[in-house]
Structure formats: structure tokens, C-alpha cells
């Protein structure tokens, strides 16, 4: 009971945000500044209403045409002017018309439709890269993707539907009551407007029902897709552990509750679908009862008994169709609200209205009494003050969680310090554009995750407009030239999913020459060749220094022995700095340093 309870709420939180995302829509249809797209909407509606003024028409030349052929029918055709064939005819081509208009209007609109999808589209996805690091550490990859895929999509639906549909239905149900009413009598008009009153009543309450059934659905489909697409992005983990038949288990526990839902909602949909046809059957044999008593007693013609059946069929086209857009769009609402939810979320590291370009004249790094902690009761560094001159190589280690790690995120400015300041040639790094600051800062990190695209394209993401011998040029900087060379496609070999095409140590020269192409002034080395072998670290290691000339280097060092050359070695324990000094200096100490290094030491000789 508390869950439907709630979901009850949550459905009511939708109806009460559904006008909002009407809203948040109407920009993309009437946007400002782009007269093209208004005068297309206008086009499009102009050509919607002219198509219904002539489908509301249509029966009359055919109940014309029925009444021309019947024994007394001259007069009606003397009226018209027109024989029985040439009423046949008419009829004909207002039908034609009035599909020519409707498939001209979807002509004139699909720009307007397309242009609102692609931008929508475009800005979600450039406010995802802009959230923080904090949300995307915490997001669902495959539920990410299903709430952008289904949002978009409930866009186009909005936009067609109730546009297109909605509105003119009501326009056309309006104009077929009036004939009815004028040309026949008020009991006509009253069976009709009853009998839509109870359809649009039975159809608007079974869906509501419907789409609880429908969210629980989205939710078990949501679910299902992401734990597939995490299962699949851990493949290399799931062999190692032999867990197929668990990940099968737990993604098919998923699929039957989506299952259960999907079902439910087949039932319910069986259930709306004959009790429409239960209304609308009734209310057409009402009408069509009184129209044949009204021939039978002769205040009718024929012609009128054909007439009154062709607008109750026109009328109950659109009506077997209401229940599924208004299902659909109550869908879109929830599916639209979610993604505009995502649209809502605030980025927690944003630039100042009047941040500047970071001007890096030397590449000197600063922390001045930095304070930081992920969670405001667990804090991670506590008063760092380190200064890193320009053309200076300072290595970080420490134990695993001492903070280390941090510092470099910090950098970069995927979160902002709680205390203190971080700045680069003096300026603080809140007062800069993010862009300006990752353009100046140059990454290698413990595992190279590469896109799924060619080798090439992996590189020159350092510098897209870079040119082909710049990219071949950092490529033998990074010593995996002539690797690429001798595969079959040479550059132009796809890596596969995250690199997995590529070992350990050829991803990592891959990124050493992304990060050389880019040829930024301060270079970050965060635990760069932990995750390899001895003999491809001690490889790697030569490009790494190679790399690091002229720059300001900050390694983020676990193997102490690929730092024993660094400028300086700064020890961080429990967010703060214990020991600082050259590699000798340090082991002569016999400090916390010496004892890291003696430990790694005996783990290497064992």
C-alpha cells in the first residue's frame, strides 16, 4: 500500500508538472529569432486546418451523391449542379485532398520536429559532460542512456501528437456537432456529445490506471538495460570470475519483472480497447437507429442516413485512436519530465560570469593550505601547502586513501577546494575557464581508457586539428609507431570497446602520444604505469621522462621506484604532508619514505 501510495503521488507530481513541460517544449516550436520555424508552424497549421475543413465536408458529397441516384434525386443534384457521377467525383478528390494536405503538412513541420529533437538532443548531452565529477561517479551508465533515449523520443511524440492530433480532433468533433445540430436535430447532436463524454471519460481513467502499470514497466526496463550494459562493459571481469550464469540470473530477474509489467499492461490494453468499442458501437447504432426512423417517417432522405453514418465513422476513427495518444503523451510527460529532471541537475563546478583564459607563462602549481573532502564529515586533505616550480618534477606518494590521488582531480578542477586555494602562475583556478584550464593541463592516468574508434582518432583526440605528420611525429615520440604500422589497418585499426583490442602497455603509449600531441605546459602522471608489468613499466618509463622535459611534471607515484629521479618527493599521510625532500635525502632520514621504500623493496626481491 506505501508503494502505490507513493506512486499514486508521483503520478499526481506528473499531471502537476505536465503543463511545465508543455512549457519547457513551446521555445522549440516558436523559438525566438528564427522566423523560418514560426512561419513553418504557421504554414503547417494553416494546411492542418484546411485539410479538416474539407474531411468535415466530404460526407456531404457523398450523401449528395446518394440522394442524385434515388428515384426523386434530380433536385438534389439540380442544387449542385452536378450529376451523380460528377458528385461521385467530387467526393473523390475531397478525400485525396485531404490526405494531400495532411501529408503536406507533415512535409512543411518535419524541419521544425527535427531541428527541436537535434538541439534538444545536443543540449542534454553537452549538460551531461557538464555535470560534476561527483554525479557521474554515482550515475547508471544504461539508465543514463534509456531516460535521454525515451526523452527525446517523447519529444517527437509531443510535438506530432498534440500538435497534430489533440488539438485538431477536438477542432474536428466541434465542427461535425455543429452539421449535426443544424441539419438534423439537438438529439443527435446530444447522443454524440454523450457518447464521446463517456468514451473520453472511460479512455482518460483506464489509461491513468494504464500508465502506473506503464512507469513500473519503464522502471523494470531501465533496470534491466543497466545492469546488461554494466554486466557487458565488466566482461573482462565477469570471465575471470566465471559469473555468466550469475550475470544471466540477475539480468533475467530484471526481465521478469519487466515480464510481469509488460503483461499487465497487454491486459489492461485488451480491457480499454473493448469497452471503447462498447461506446462507440453504441453510440453509432443510436445515431444511425434515429437517422433510419427519421427515413422511415420521411423528414430524411437517404442521402442523410449515409451522411449521419459517414460522420459517426469519421468521428470514431480519431476517437479509437485518442486512448493511444493520450497514453502516449501522459508516457511522454513522465518520460520528458525525467530528462528535463537531468536538464535540472545543477553542475556542481561551474566558471565564474567573469572568469578569464588561464595564461600559463611558466607552469608554476600552488596549494596554499588546501582543504578538501568529498563528504563534509570525512575530510581528505587537510591544509596542503606544496608549490611546484615551473620545469619541475614533484612526486606524490603515499599510502592507498592518504589523498594523493585527490590533489590531481583538484588540478583539474573536478571539484573545488573547501578551504584554501590551488592556483597555476598565481591564478587561482576558480577565477579561470574549466576549458582554458584543461587545455593546459596535460593527463596520463593509471589506466588509459580509450574510445571505441580507430588508433588515429584515439591519438589526434589530443589535438583534433592536428595534422597527420604531427600525429605520426607524437606516435614515434611515444614508441608505438612502428607498432601501429605493422597491424593490418595501421592507423586506421579500431581499438575495440574501452581499448580492449590493445594490451596494457600499447594503450598506455597510446595515451602517452594523445597527451604529446596536445603538448600541454603541465603534465599530470597519475600512477601512470602501476597497472603494468615490470618490464613494460621500465619501457614506458623512458617515454614518461622523455615527455616530461620543459614542463611542470606532478607524479602520482605508487611504484616509488619510478620517482626516485623527481626534483622532489613529497610523502602525504591522512591528507597531509609528512615528508618532502629528494629521493637520498628521504631514505637517509629513515622516515615514513625510507619505510615504503624498504617495504616495496622486499615485495620485488621475494
Known amino acids: 500500500m506505501r508503494r502505490l501510495a507513493?506512486?499514486?503521488?508521483?503520478?499526481?507530481?506528473?499531471?502537476?508538472?505536465?503543463?511545465?513541460?508543455?512549457?519547457?517544449?513551446?521555445?522549440?516550436?516558436?523559438?525566438?529569432?528564427?522566423?523560418?520555424?514560426?512561419?513553418?508552424?504557421?504554414?503547417?497549421?494553416?494546411v492542418l486546418l484546411l485539410s479538416k475543413v474539407i474531411a468535415v465536408g466530404t460526407p456531404i458529397f457523398y450523401k449528395q451523391a446518394v440522394d442524385a441516384l434515388a428515384p426523386d434525386g434530380a433536385s438534389a443534384a439540380t442544387v449542385l449542379g452536378l450529376g451523380a457521377v460528377g458528385l461521385t467525383l467530387a467526393y473523390g478528390l475531397a478525400r485525396l485532398a485531404t490526405v494531400a494536405f495532411q501529408q503536406l503538412r507533415d512535409v512543411v513541420f518535419?524541419?521544425?520536429?527535427?531541428?527541436?529533437?537535434?538541439?534538444?538532443?545536443?543540449?542534454?548531452?553537452?549538460?551531461?559532460?557538464?555535470?560534476?565529477?561527483?554525479?557521474?561517479?554515482t550515475r547508471k551508465t544504461g539508465g543514463l542512456s534509456r531516460v535521454i533515449e525515451r526523452g527525446v523520443k517523447?519529444?517527437?511524440?509531443?510535438?506530432?501528437?498534440?500538435?497534430?492530433?489533440?488539438?485538431?480532433?477536438?477542432?474536428?468533433?466541434?465542427?461535425?456537432?455543429?452539421?449535426?445540430?443544424?441539419?438534423?436535430?439537438?438529439?443527435?447532436?446530444?447522443?454524440?456529445?454523450?457518447?464521446?463524454?463517456?468514451?473520453?471519460?472511460f479512455t482518460f481513467t483506464v489509461t491513468e490506471w494504464r500508465v502506473k502499470i506503464r512507469k513500473e514497466m519503464n522502471d523494470q526496463d531501465t533496470d534491466a538495460n543497466q545492469k546488461a550494459i554494466d554486466s557487458l562493459l565488466n566482461f573482462e571481469t565477469v570471465k575471470y570470475f566465471g559469473a555468466e550464469k550469475w550475470e544471466a540470473d540477475r539480468y533475467d530477474s530484471a526481465m521478469a519483472q519487466y515480464e510481469n509489467a509488460a503483461i499487465r499492461t497487454n491486459y489492461s490494453l485488451a480491457f480499454l480497447n473493448f469497452g471503447q468499442s462498447l461506446l462507440i458501437t453504441g453510440g453509432l447504432v443510436a445515431v444511425m437507429v434515429m437517422a433510419a426512423m427519421g427515413v422511415q417517417r420521411g423528414d430524411l432522405t437517404v442521402g442523410d442516413f449515409v451522411m449521419v453514418n459517414a460522420y459517426m465513422i469519421q468521428i470514431t476513427m480519431p476517437l479509437n485512436f485518442l486512448g493511444t495518444v493520450y497514453r502516449e503523451i501522459r508516457q511522454a510527460l513522465i518520460d520528458m519530465g525525467d530528462m528535463f529532471d537531468l536538464l535540472g541537475q545543477p553542475a556542481e563546478v561551474m566558471d565564474k560570469p567573469n572568469a578569464t583564459g588561464l595564461q600559463v607563462t611558466g607552469g608554476q602549481v600552488t596549494l596554499d593550505n588546501v582543504a578538501f573532502g568529498y563528504d563534509a564529515a570525512r575530510p581528505i586533505l587537510k591544509g596542503i601547502n606544496l608549490k611546484v616550480e615551473p620545469g619541475q618534477t614533484v612526486a606524490i606518494v603515499g599510502s592507498s586513501g592518504s589523498g594523493k590521488s585527490t590533489i590531481g582531480r583538484l588540478l583539474f578542477r573536478f571539484y573545488d577546494v573547501s578551504g584554501g586555494a590551488l592556483r597555476i602562475d598565481g591564478q587561482d583556478v576558480r577565477d579561470v575557464t574549466q576549458e582554458s584550464l584543461h587545455a593546459q593541463i596535460g593527463v596520463v592516468p593509471q589506466d588509459t581508457v580509450l574510445f571505441n574508434d580507430t588508433v588515429h582518432y584515439n591519438i589526434a583526440y589530443g589535438r583534433p586539428d592536428a595534422t597527420e605528420a604531427?600525429?605520426?611525429?607524437?606516435?614515434?615520440?611515444?614508441?608505438?609507431?612502428?607498432?601501429?604500422?605493422?597491424?593490418?589497418?595501421?592507423?586506421?585499426?579500431?581499438?575495440?570497446?574501452?581499448?580492449?583490442?590493445?594490451?596494457?602497455?600499447?594503450?598506455?603509449?597510446?595515451?602517452?602520444?594523445?597527451?604529446?600531441?596536445?603538448?600541454?605546459?603541465?603534465?599530470?602522471?597519475?600512477?601512470?604505469?602501476?597497472?603494468?608489468?615490470?618490464?613494460?613499466?621500465?619501457?614506458?618509463?623512458?617515454?614518461?621522462?622523455?615527455?616530461?622535459?620543459?614542463?611542470?611534471?606532478?607524479?602520482?607515484?605508487?611504484?616509488?621506484?619510478?620517482?626516485?629521479?623527481?626534483?622532489r618527493i613529497v610523502v602525504l599521510e591522512n591528507g597531509v604532508i609528512i615528508e618532502e625532500g629528494k629521493h637520498d635525502d628521504l631514505l637517509a632520514s629513515e622516515g615514513r619514505y625510507a619505510h615504503l621504500w624498504n617495504r616495496q623493496s622486499e615485495e620485488e626481491t621475494v
Not at 6 to 23: P, S
Not at 34 to 39: A, E, F, G, L, N
Not at 158 to 170: A, C, E, I
Not at 185 to 200: E, P, Q, R
Request: no cysteine; hydrophobic share 50%.
Open 154 to 201: 517523447g519529444v517527437d511524440f509531443l510535438l506530432r501528437f498534440l500538435l497534430f492530433s489533440m488539438g485538431p480532433l477536438v477542432l474536428e468533433l466541434a465542427m461535425i456537432s455543429v452539421i449535426l445540430f443544424f441539419l438534423f436535430d439537438v438529439w443527435y447532436l446530444a447522443t454524440v456529445v454523450l457518447t464521446i463524454g463517456l468514451y473520453v471519460w
Open 110 to 137: 518535419t524541419r521544425v520536429g527535427q531541428r527541436a529533437l537535434r538541439q534538444l538532443a545536443l543540449e542534454t548531452f553537452t549538460h551531461i559532460h557538464r555535470l560534476s565529477m561527483r554525479y557521474h561517479i
Open 6 to 46: 507513493k506512486t499514486d503521488a508521483n503520478l499526481e507530481n506528473t499531471k502537476v508538472q505536465g503543463w511545465t513541460v508543455i512549457q519547457r517544449v513551446v521555445p522549440y516550436l516558436w523559438p525566438e529569432g528564427q522566423t523560418w520555424v514560426k512561419r513553418r508552424v504557421v504554414i503547417a497549421l494553416a
Open 470 to 567: 604531427d600525429i605520426i611525429a607524437a606516435a614515434k615520440a611515444a614508441k608505438i609507431h612502428d607498432f601501429i604500422v605493422s597491424l593490418p589497418d595501421g592507423y586506421s585499426t579500431t581499438v575495440g570497446e574501452r581499448g580492449l583490442k590493445l594490451s596494457g602497455g600499447e594503450k598506455q603509449r597510446v595515451g602517452i602520444a594523445r597527451t604529446l600531441l596536445k603538448n600541454p605546459p603541465i603534465l599530470l602522471l597519475d600512477e601512470a604505469t602501476s597497472a603494468l608489468d615490470t618490464q613494460t613499466e621500465r619501457e614506458i618509463q623512458a617515454e614518461l621522462k622523455a615527455m616530461g622535459e620543459g614542463r611542470t611534471v606532478i607524479t602520482i607515484a605508487h611504484r616509488l621506484s619510478t620517482i626516485a629521479d623527481a626534483d
